[in-house]
């Protein structure tokens, strides 16, 4: 069993100064590359039999006719007035009264129009930038897994998605550079995350932290923005991206449900600890505490006035969606004696542990396909 502070790097996981003091923490960053060991070995397989598990094979199959073109596919052309956006979507002042927030003291206080809206333009560029590097993740993630599935419709069906993970990068940088108005480097703590997936050297945990906890959470967002952006080319690129995630999150769910069906108490229950560590990560990140630090505003301060003593948000919650009931389907929530039950108890998700997963739901998600066939849903 591996006690708090070897798993996260504090005693406490929900010590909200110290998560805000690591995402602050400029030494994680490198300048322009940043190498990680990747512990793992290359593996041949010599069994060629195509369709030996029919799940991956027809998703190997929908991938490959269902694949767009980040240049073509979208309307590039579309004018984005950020500020315009912004406004429409979250009014033109803050009303800390009706957010809940106690803003006395805090240079919130003298917040108006302009303020108002530059901060929620800078949490678009964040959001934007942290799915821009959390989608080189997948692409590094996936590619590794080519190497080292043993399993031959697992590596032809990883190929494809290398090929997604590249257009997503692709798309989500254009936007940024040429729709909005800057970036962000690298959340640390999406970073630590992303290191401890692609430095582990069980095949299968890269499966389990990228495709299932990442990517999970990553459709649960999409999906959120989508609905929510009225920008027609955001909303399009989300689409067509959440098509893509959608069969991504079911490779991950499909093949680990084989795999953890072999495995001992004690190896699923490093699986549950592992799982636990990629929530914990993913919901400190939600943070953005690198917002509040470019506003000029102290983001210990604020963002204990914006949560008190608690750090889940009903916001935050949604996102985990998609996660929990894919957990569930792998077993992962009840081996060990529930011990990941009781985690995402403690953390207030697990009332999504009989939400569908998302095994096939990429079938009904495939947006690409309902556009090539001119079917109403658009
Ligand atoms: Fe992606
Ligand atoms: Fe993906």
Not at 169 to 183: C, I, M, N, P, Q
Not at 228 to 240: F, I, N
Request: charged share 30%; net charge negative; aromatic share 10%.
């Amino acid at each position: 069993m591996t006690g708090e502070r070897e798993r996260i790097g504090r005693d406490d996981v929900n010590d909200l100064d110290a998560i805000v003091e690591l995402a602050l923490d400029r030494s994680h960053i490198d300048d322009t590359i940043h190498q990680v060991t990747d512990n793992a070995d290359a593996v041949f397989s010599w069994d060629y039999e195509k369709g030996a598990r029919p799940g991956l094979h027809k998703l190997y199959e929908k991938a490959k006719t269902s694949q767009w073109n980040g240049e073509t596919d979208l309307d590039w052309s579309t004018g984005v007035d950020q500020e315009a956006i912004t406004a429409q979507v979250v009014g033109t002042e803050p009303n800390w009264a009706l957010l809940g927030v106690d803003v006395a003291g805090t240079p919130l206080e003298r917040w108006g129009r302009t303020e108002w809206l530059e901060f929620n333009m800078e949490q678009q560029n964040w959001m934007l930038s942290q799915f821009m590097h959390g989608e080189q993740g997948a692409l590094l993630c996936t590619a590794k897994i080519v190497e080292t599935v043993p399993w031959i419709d697992a590596k032809y069906y990883a190929a494809t998605q290398v090929m997604d993970e590249a257009r997503h990068v692709e798309v989500f940088a254009r936007y940024l550079d040429t729709k909005l108005s800057g970036h962000y480097p690298l959340n640390v703590h999406l970073g630590l995350l992303l290191d401890d997936i692609l430095a582990d050297s069980r095949w299968d945990m890269t499966y389990l932290g990228m495709q299932v906890m990442v990517e999970g959470l990553a459709l649960a967002a999409f999906g959120y923005l989508q609905a929510l952006t009225p920008e027609p080319l955001l909303k399009q690129l989300l689409r067509y991206v959440m098509s893509d995630e959608a069969r991504h999150v079911a490779f991950g769910v499909l093949s680990l449900r084989e795999y953890y069906a072999e495995l001992s108490d004690a190896e699923l229950r490093e699986r549950q600890e592992f799982a636990f560590e990629a929530a914990l990560r993913m919901r400190d990140r939600l943070l953005a505490a690198e917002v509040w630090e470019r506003m000029g505003a102290d983001p210990r301060q604020v963002i204990r006035r914006f949560r008190g003593d608690r750090l889940e948000d009903p916001f935050q919650r949604m996102l985990f969606s998609k996660i929990v009931p894919n957990c569930k389907k792998l077993g992962l929530l009840d081996s060990s004696g529930g011990w990941l039950r009781d985690r995402f108890t403690e953390i207030g998700v697990i009332g999504f542990e009989d939400w569908a997963d998302t095994a096939s739901e990429y079938e009904s998600l495939d947006e690409v396909a309902r556009d090539r066939a001119g079917r109403p849903g658009a």
